[in-house]
């Protein structure tokens, strides 16, 4: 089966912890991306990653940390830096490269993770 | 402010009528992206159009985009109570850009 997964699906931490988010993919691809969703809103990126090794903040990074050993994995560390850490977190893949670009492709998302920071 | 907004941001229709949403945007882009999550999922990715296609066409789905207003619909014909969900577009503005997404419609379709 090919796709990409994320765990755990639910995940609650005390205020002041840092929690790591796990993101797997068996696409071959070389893009990851991480969005959080608030209620009724919609997805804002928080980082990507073109290539191995590599990885650019997005609009809302504040907060959140990444590292992209590996091809097939993207996790992402919300820290107790971050104020408002309670959401639904969506991890994404694409083919994009650098030379057509991060979304010339569609991405593949994951099913989510939702953090309850309390 | 974003970049994709969604019209309505709900909709509430029978089963077997056609649902229409809109997309409309502020910059130059070039691409667009549907995509629809049921809730507490992912999103699956339904079409993108590119900057330089006008209308395209996925089995019951049909998405046009007009680069002079800057807008785009989709349109559901035949609505089926599972296409139940929310529907985002998301733009991509340039080459290298990233993908941008509006804040949804949520289409209720009742059996």
């Known amino acids: 089966d090919g796709g990409i997964t994320q765990s755990p699906k639910y995940l609650f931490r005390k205020e002041g912890q840092n929690v790591t988010l796990s993101c797997e993919q068996n696409l071959n691809h070389d893009a990851m991306y991480w969005y959080r969703q608030d209620p009724g809103q919609g997805l804002r990126l928080i980082y990507y990653s073109q290539i191995v090794n590599d990885f650019q903040k997005g609009d809302i990074a504040e907060g959140y940390s990444v590292s992209r050993e590996k091809k097939e994995s993207f996790p992402l560390t919300v820290t107790s830096a971050q104020k408002n850490p309670t959401a639904f977190y969506l991890c994404?893949?694409?083919?994009?490269?650098?030379?057509?670009?991060?979304?010339?492709?569609?991405?593949?998302f994951g099913p989510g993770t939702r953090l309850t920071v309390t | 402010s974003q970049q994709g907004e969604e019209d309505p941001q709900a909709l509430s229709i029978q089963e077997g009528e056609n649902a229409t949403m809109n997309c409309s945007y502020k910059?130059?882009?070039?691409?667009l992206q549907w995509y629809r999550q049921n809730s507490g999922r992912g999103l699956v990715h339904l079409i993108l159009?590119?900057?330089?296609?006008r209308e395209k066409h996925s089995g019951r789905l049909r998405v046009t985009l007009d680069t002079s207003k800057k807008s785009s619909s989709l349109l559901i014909t035949a609505s089926r109570a599972a296409d139940t969900a929310s529907y985002f577009c998301?733009?991509?503005?340039?080459?290298?850009?990233?993908?941008?997404f509006g804040q949804g419609t949520i289409l209720t379709v009742h059996p």
């Open positions: 159009i590119r900057s330089n296609e």
């Open positions: 994404a893949s694409s083919i994009g490269n650098r030379g057509q670009g991060l979304s010339s492709y569609e991405q593949y």
């Open positions: 998301a733009t991509k503005r340039t080459s290298y850009g990233k993908l941008t």
């Open positions: 910059t130059s882009i070039n691409n």
